[in-house]
């Protein structure tokens, strides 16, 4: 046998043995390797490949037939692309790469650390290459496609001896129809494995297989369920697609675990059967309130459900109106609760926020719109949504449509809706608006500034006039909204420049405010304990040490509070079960990039690695100094890397990087 990578401890020497048995004895080593590494293993054999020598490997795809590839699984692309560039921010700098697959182990894209894709071409680890298990032998990416399941390979685990300076986690990726349509795969150097990993890329795809299932079923009813209620909204919810008559028509993995029922027993079968509820009612309950959940009971369980996506029109006395009975003057219920944050919950101290509330409570139920401005991620629909839910209208509808992120063919339908036949592929009973959808309650305009010129016209048409056309039709509906707007484009330079309508610009800006962003907020310590809290509502409260807090006040938060929200959550599930202190190896390493000087006079401790930069002519000493603390912090911990990296407050990656410079 070879030489072969093994990491140094009572795993790697298990590792060792079983590679003898296995390739130079030819028995299995069972109970030495994890049943499903050794399962690949034999698939391995059968196909003909050995340790050292694989069989022919098929070339990597020329540019234009990856294209190819790219576009046959585009929408895969579309909805997995941001969360492995968020993934990649968790784990920058460590020595790995993020890497999405199809659903035959062909690399479709990858972003990765400089120094390890350099290393990761040697073995053709690159967009283009297929990893298929009958090619590269036992591998995260191939494996978990046969297996089904995520899977973590380790060093001399993978097949081929080649692949065995690598450590791969990886986790298949399921369409809303249950097939499976590629993976999703964190690599890098074996040396640097962290067992946080293989969670993090099972959570992560998890996201992308929510977002495919909304993304694709987008015009159908949503229906939203898991037992317990703070699950709601989370990648572990259920999710169920049904058609306006009561047809289900998709079911994700989750809601068929949730439900104890396969896939075959809901698809195509009557909402009632599956859920054991009437559809018309439920529709009913939530149509005045998307953000309420209700509780049904399935098989005698309890049931919390949340709808979303489109909602059929409203049916009165067996008839569908197109124009929906007037509403009443709104009187806020005297002991309603609200649910979601209100312009009171939203006051954290910082005093430039305390001003745009002020001006906002002064304009609450009167017909006065409000333009919202600041950087993406300052919180624009948030602040709407608090707005929505302090003013009289709080018990009617919230909608919103974010004008930049619908393309401009679709958004005319999205916004004023459309009569049944009114273009190829519309349905034939037709689909109301978000204008139509929001009678009674609040339209919000997300990035307003990205509106089509053709369609600021009509839009402006619906304020002056309070009625609303659908495309195909020529009966126009009366509607009563609110109309709240955000955008972080300077709308006066856009009607300078003439890509936004005048007339428009000062329809909309009624009342402008002016969200700070984060790095500018004084508040940043309460929003994060009020983060966590929400975060942590079904299990233990956690806290966060000092110099994680400093961290996070230090940082400049180009993503702003979505940045923020996102960096606490990657934190909190990076808690072992017994864990309640956040620090800063549970803060994504970014943070520490650009961490600002110590203020004057303060006293750094000799081994600080988020000291400023010595000059040259002392960074051997300095790297000396950190290299002797790591090396006794580690000693003092009996080895362990992860309560050493704890004890000096830094990442592991950080320690690894420490001891790599012996």
């Known amino acids: 046998m070879g030489q072969i990578h093994v990491l140094d401890d009572m795993h790697g ?318 009187r806020r219920p005297e002991a309603a609760a609200v649910s979601g944050p209100t312009l009171e919950t939203m006051n954290t101290g910082d005093a430039r926020l305390q001003a745009a509330i002020d001006r906002s409570r002064r304009i609450l139920g009167r017909d006065i719109p409000i333009l919202i401005q600041g950087e993406s991620g300052a919180g624009k629909e948030m602040f709407a949504k608090a707005f929505h839910n302090s003013g009289p209208r709080q018990s009617g509808p919230f909608v919103a449509l974010n004008c930049a992120s619908i393309p401009e063919t679709l958004i005319e339908s999205e916004l004023f809706g459309y009569q049944g036949g009114a273009f190829t592929g519309a349905r034939k009973e037709g689909a109301p608006g978000k204008i139509q959808q929001a009678h009674g309650g609040t339209l919000f305009l997300d990035e307003i500034g990205d509106m089509p010129l053709n369609l600021q016209a009509r839009l402006l048409r619906v304020l002056q006039e309070r009625c609303v ?19 972080h484009r300077r709308l006066r330079e856009e009607v300078a420049r003439g890509t936004f309508r005048e007339d428009l610009y000062y329809r909309l800006n009624g009342m402008c405010v002016t969200l700070p962003a984060l790095r500018e907020r004084t508040d940043i310590r309460q929003m994060v304990a009020k983060i966590a809290a929400a975060e942590t509502a079904s299990r233990t409260a956690v806290r966060f040490s000092e110099g994680a807090l400093q961290a996070i006040e230090n940082y400049a938060w180009p993503g702003n509070i979505r940045q923020l929200f996102n960096a606490i959550r990657v934190a909190i599930a990076l808690l072992d079960d017994d864990e309640t202190l956040i620090t800063e190896s549970h803060l994504p390493e970014e943070l520490f990039e650009s961490t600002p000087l110590a203020a004057a006079g303060s006293t750094l401790s000799p081994f600080d690695p988020w000291a400023p930069a010595a000059p040259e002519n002392n960074v051997g000493s300095l790297e000396e100094i950190g290299r002797q603390a790591a090396l006794r912090t580690l000693e003092a911990a009996g080895g362990n890397i992860s309560a050493a990296a704890r004890q000096l407050g830094i990442s592991r990656n950080t320690l690894y990087r420490k001891l790599g410079r012996l």
């Open 13 to 330: 020497q298990r590792l060792v043995q079983a590679r003898h048995l296995f390739f130079d004895q030819g028995v299995l080593p069972d109970g030495l390797v994890d049943p499903q590494i050794l399962r690949s293993w034999e698939r391995c054999r059968r196909f003909g490949l050995t340790e050292n020598n694989a069989l022919p490997i098929i070339e990597s795809l020329d540019r234009m037939a990856l294209k190819t590839e790219q576009d046959r699984n585009r929408h895969l692309l579309l909805q997995g692309r941001p969360i492995m560039e968020h993934v990649f921010e968790q784990i920058r700098e460590s020595g790995s790469m993020v890497i999405l697959a199809d659903a035959n182990g062909l690399l479709l894209e990858s972003v990765g650390d400089a120094d390890f894709l350099s290393r990761a071409d040697r073995v053709a680890l690159a967009a283009g290459a297929s990893w298929d298990e009958n090619q590269r032998g036992t591998n995260a990416i191939g494996t978990a496609l046969s297996e089904e399941m995520p899977i973590e390979v380790l060093g001399a685990e993978h097949f081929l001896e080649n692949n065995g300076f690598l450590t791969c986690c990886a986790s298949p990726i399921f369409g809303p129809d249950g097939r499976l349509i590629g993976v999703l795969d964190i690599s890098g150097d074996y040396r640097n494995q962290q067992r946080h990993t293989l969670g993090l890329v099972r959570f992560s795809s998890l996201i992308v297989e929510k977002r495919l299932f909304e993304s694709i079923h987008a015009r159908d009813i949503l229906i939203c369920f898991h037992s317990r209620p703070d699950y709601l909204g989370s990648p572990k919810e259920g999710l169920a697609a049904v058609s306006p008559d009561g047809q289900v028509l998709a079911i994700n993995r989750n809601g068929t675990e949730i439900l104890g029922i396969r896939q075959v027993d809901a698809v195509r079968r009557d909402f009632s059967m599956v859920f054991e509820s009437n559809l018309s009612a439920l529709v009913d309950r939530q149509r005045n309130n998307a953000q309420a959940s209700c509780e049904i009971n399935v098989n005698g369980r309890a049931i919390h459900v949340q709808l979303r996506g489109q909602l059929p029109p409203q049916v009165i006395a067996g008839r569908v109106y197109d124009e929906l009975p007037a509403v009443r003057s709104a």
């Open 469 to 487: 056309t659908p495309l195909g039709s020529t009966r126009a509906i009366q509607v009563d909204i609110s109309l709240v707007c955000a955008t």
